[in-house]
Structures are given as structure tokens and as C-alpha cells.
């Protein structure tokens, strides 16, 4: 089972195994306190994509089906999906962790939602 929470949130038991999936370490986050088990920047979006996305903050809810659509077409080629799935294999629980700003509108759950998808 895959969940997605964001870094700066509390890390919890049922967190199980813990992986950012940032390309970018956040912002204000020490190590320590992010009691990541796993760092796996290989699987996030592109830097492009990334700039993409973000180049207007006001207007990311029209582009996030695009962003997706993009992201998604990344995935599908990515090795490190395959890191993922094999994590998935081997704990119970993995939780994504990314330091966007919106619990919703952000990679990992599109990663999440690819991983449930395409096995």
C-alpha cells in the first residue's frame, strides 16, 4: 500500500517505510527530522516538467490534468518506478513523502495513483 504525506508533517508508525520523492531536498528540513528511509529523487518529474508546473502558481489547478498527463508519460519510462513497486513488494506500507505545498495537487499522488494503476 502506497500513501502520500508531506515532509513536514510528523512521521508516524504507520508511516512504514519512508521515501521522498522530491528531486530537491526540502526547505527547512533537517535529516534528522525527516526520518527519510529512502531518498529516490530518480522518480520525480523532470526538472522541466517541475518548472513547467510551477512557472504560474496562480493558475496550477488548470494545468495540474496537463501536468499529469506529462508526469504520467515519465513514469511509464522511468526505472525507478520499478524501485518503487519493489519497495511496495516488500513493505506494507510506503509512504511517499514530497514537500509541495498542496496535499492534493502535487506529483506524489499522481505517482501513487500510477502506482495503484499500473502494476
Not at 502520500?4 to 508508525?13: F, G, N, W
Request: net charge negative; aromatic share 10%; glycine share 6%.
Amino acid at each position: 500500500m502506497f500513501t502520500v504525506k508531506r515532509i513536514y508533517d510528523a512521521p508516524a508508525p504507520d508511516d512504514g517505510y519512508r521515501v521522498l520523492v522530491d528531486r530537491l531536498w526540502p526547505r527547512g528540513v533537517s535529516k534528522d527530522r525527516a526520518d527519510i528511509d529512502e531518498w529516490l529523487k530518480e522518480v520525480a518529474p523532470s526538472t522541466e516538467l517541475r518548472r513547467w508546473f510551477h512557472q504560474d502558481p496562480s493558475g496550477e489547478a488548470e494545468v495540474f490534468d496537463e501536468f499529469r498527463r506529462r508526469y504520467e508519460s515519465e513514469l511509464d519510462t522511468n526505472p525507478a518506478v520499478d524501485v518503487l513497486r519493489g519497495l511496495g513488494r516488500t513493505h506494507p506500507t510506503v509512504t511517499l513523502l514530497v514537500g509541495a505545498r498542496d496535499p492534493e495537487l502535487n506529483h506524489a499522488n499522481v505517482l501513487r495513483q500510477y502506482l495503484e494503476h499500473h502494476p
